[in-house]
C-alpha cells in the first residue's frame, strides 16, 4: 500500500460509509463529506507543485481512484482532481466532467456538483450549474444541457476530456469490481444451503471463478491506463475504458445471481456497487464506442500488431 493510499482510505472507511452514502443519495446534505475531502488535500493530487499541487503521477493516483470505487463514494472527487489539474485557478466544490456533443449529457454526480467542466471546440468551459435528475431511483447523475457555454477559461487537454474521464471510470469500476467479488465470496461460504455452503458448489464456484477473471482484468487494464502521462493516450485511455465496462456488467451479474433476491434489496449493500458499475460502465463511453476508437487507430498503422501494442505502452 503506497504512502498516500493508507490516509486516503482510512479517510474513506470514517466518512463514505454505506449508512452515508445512502443518507447523500436520498437528498442529505454532502457538506460534511466532502468537506473531508477538501481539507485532506487529496483534491489537489493531480495539481502542479508550483500551484501548491502534489504532482503526483497518473500511477499514483490510480489506486485512490480505486479505492473511491470500493467504497461507493457519492461525490465527483477524481473528476474533481483532474478539472483542478488542467485549471489554473480552478472554484472551490465539486467538479464534474463531460464533453458538448449537442445532446443532453448525463453525468455521474450531477446532482452534487457545484460546477460542470465542458470540453467544445473552443476548449474547456466551466459552468456554475445545476443539472436535472435522470428519474433514475437513488442515482445522482444528472442531465447537463451544454448548449450554451460561456468564454473558454483554459484549452482543452491533448486526446481530449473524454480520455481523462474514462480511465478515471475504468479504475471506479475496477474497485468496485474488487469489493463486489469480496463480498460475493463471503457470502457464498456463509450461504447454508442443503448443509452446506453454496459456494461449494461446483457451478458457482465456475461463475466465480469468471468473475475474479474479470475483476483482475479491469483492474490491470487500469493500471495500464495510468500508466503514462497526464492526459493520458487515446490507446491507454481506450483499452482501460473498454475491458472494465467489459467486466462491469459481467461482475454485477455474478454478484446478483450468487446473491439471489437479496442482493436487489435497498437494505443490502449489493445494490449501492452494481448500480453504480452499470453507470459507470455507460459513462463517458460503453465498451463499444472505445472499441471502435482503438480498432480505428490500429487499422491505421500499418506495422505488426505485437509492435504497435509495445510502442502504445512505452
Not at 80 to 94: F, Q, S, V, W
Amino acid at each position: 500500500m503506497s504512502e498516500f493510499l493508507e490516509p486516503f482510505e482510512r479517510m474513506l472507511e470514517d466518512v463514505a460509509t454505506p449508512a452515508a452514502v445512502r443518507a447523500i443519495e436520498q437528498g442529505g446534505s454532502a457538506d460534511a463529506m466532502w468537506g473531508a475531502f477538501a481539507e485532506s488535500g487529496f483534491l489537489d493530487a493531480l495539481a502542479p507543485e508550483d500551484r501548491g499541487g502534489a504532482g503526483l503521477p497518473l500511477a499514483e493516483v490510480q489506486p485512490l481512484w480505486m479505492a473511491l470505487g470500493r467504497h461507493a463514494a457519492p461525490l465527483p472527487v477524481g473528476e474533481t482532481m483532474i478539472a483542478r489539474a488542467l485549471l489554473a485557478d480552478a472554484p472551490d466544490g465539486p467538479i464534474v466532467l463531460t464533453v458538448a456533443d449537442g445532446a443532453g449529457a448525463v453525468v455521474p454526480c450531477g446532482l452534487v456538483a457545484a460546477q460542470l467542466l465542458v470540453e467544445s471546440a473552443a476548449g474547456l468551459h466551466l459552468v456554475a450549474t445545476k443539472g436535472e435528475a435522470t428519474g433514475v431511483p437513488a442515482s445522482l447523475a444528472a442531465r447537463f444541457d451544454t448548449g450554451r457555454l460561456p468564454a473558454p477559461v483554459a484549452p482543452a487537454p491533448e486526446g481530449g476530456l473524454r480520455g481523462l474521464a474514462a480511465i478515471l471510470r475504468a479504475a471506479l469500476i475496477a474497485g468496485a469490481a474488487e469489493r463486489l467479488t469480496q463480498m460475493t465470496a463471503a457470502y457464498a461460504n456463509e450461504r447454508i444451503q442443503f448443509g452446506k455452503p453454496i459456494g461449494r458448489q461446483q457451478a458457482l464456484q465456475q461463475q466465480m471463478a469468471v468473475m475474479a477473471e474479470e475483476m483482475v482484468a479491469a483492474r490491470i487494464a487500469s493500471q495500464l491506463g495510468c500508466a503514462g502521462s497526464f492526459p493520458p493516450s487515446l490507446v491507454a485511455a481506450a483499452t482501460a475504458k473498454s475491458v472494465a465496462s467489459k467486466a462491469a456488467a459481467r461482475v454485477a451479474a455474478t454478484a446478483h445471481a450468487v446473491h439471489g433476491a437479496i442482493g436487489i434489496s435497498e437494505e443490502h449493500d449489493l445494490q449501492l456497487f452494481t448500480r453504480r458499475l452499470h453507470e459507470w460502465r455507460l459513462a463517458d463511453g460503453s465498451e463499444t464506442y472505445w472499441n471502435r476508437l482503438l480498432g480505428a487507430a490500429r487499422l491505421g498503422d500499418v506495422g505488426r500488431s505485437v509492435d504497435y501494442v509495445r510502442e502504445a505502452f512505452a
